[in-house]
């Protein structure tokens, strides 16, 4: 297997003097991207590439480190998510992966677990049976409102879905089974009505204490785009958002792309590292086996 890297880059690009290589590089390197936490293969219920693929395309984009994060969907009306996990099935996979990939990327496993306030024990007994790397807490209902029904998001004001779901997700992230909040504002996401609404400033005080749960128990937001993907063109968590959690003495984020197809690994994250940035945030983390580590941003 061979790395892309900047110096295969540059004999992919024919042979120039070492001058113009140089300022042709510095034109032309895309902002790296440090690594892709949120995405999903066909082992998730809405997955379109293998994990073999997804892979390939992260070398392909020189992302360094990925995770995957298939669902684990257990609300009862997610009919045909809700006996999708196969966690054995899907460990041999990762296995694989590291085995084929090793030395060209890291790959970490995850789990996108829904509402596990609500549905702790299979969160925990994963947890504890297998070394997972991170799990990500998702809110995908709001009780009994699927957050992407489009006559829940249309029939209701955005100021009650909105206050009912960041109350939901303080709820979800006081005693967490999980270590990085997935697309906080889901809800903007999807429908015009609320996204040409929203203000987090509204919102503030329920924010504020989502954001002091994630601080109190060192979870990380997942900065996701997700949205970049759809008219809302959104990136979760609003910049606003960012901004308090780092003046709050938030440190801990990662990347996710969301992805669940190949094509769309690693897709706008250098607009995520970006918001990042802008936030005042200086480091993205990485988990192994559950433990946090925090990498510097490169400059
Ligand atoms: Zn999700
Ligand atoms: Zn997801």
Redesign the pocket.
């Known amino acids: 297997m061979r790395r892309w890297n900047s110096e295969t880059l540059l004999e992919a690009q024919g042979k120039f003097s070492v001058p113009s290589l140089l300022s042709r590089l510095t034109i032309t390197m895309p902002q790296p991207i440090p690594l892709d936490y949120h995405m999903h293969s066909t082992f998730s219920e809405d997955g379109h590439a293998s994990i073999r693929e997804m892979c390939l395309a992260a070398v392909e984009r020189q992302i360094p480190e990925i995770g995957f994060s298939e669902?684990l969907d257990q609300h009862p009306n997610d009919v045909v998510s809700i006996n999708f996990y196969r966690p054995d099935e899907w460990w041999q996979e990762i296995r694989n992966a590291r085995e084929e990939f090793a030395g060209h990327l890291i790959v970490r496993a995850g789990m996108?677990a829904?509402e596990s306030h609500r549905y702790p024990v299979k969160v925990q007994a994963l947890a504890r049976d297998y070394p997972y790397d991170y799990i990500i807490g998702?809110l995908?209902y709001d009780g009994d409102h699927f957050l992407f029904d489009p006559e829940y998001l249309q029939q209701t004001s955005p100021e009650e879905i909105l206050h009912s779901y960041f109350s939901e997700v303080e709820q979800m992230t006081r005693q967490p089974l999980f270590d990085i909040l997935?697309?906080l504002d889901?809800p903007v996401r999807n429908a015009r009505h609320i996204w040409e609404a929203y203000d987090p400033a509204h919102y503030e005080d329920l924010i504020r204490g989502i954001l002091r749960n994630c601080l109190d128990h060192g979870l990380a937001l997942d900065v996701n785009v997700a949205g970049l993907r759809k008219p809302s063109q959104n990136i979760m968590p609003h910049p606003a958002i960012l901004r308090w959690f780092r003046k709050m003495g938030g440190e801990r984020v990662t990347l996710g792309s969301?992805a669940h197809s190949a094509d769309q690994v690693g897709a706008h994250l250098d607009r995520a590292v970006n918001a990042v940035r802008a936030a005042g945030l200086k480091f993205v983390t990485c988990f192994e086996r559950r433990q946090a580590r925090l990498v510097p941003l490169e400059d």
Do not use: A, C
């Open positions: 669902h996108e829904g998702s995908h997935g697309h889901l969301d």
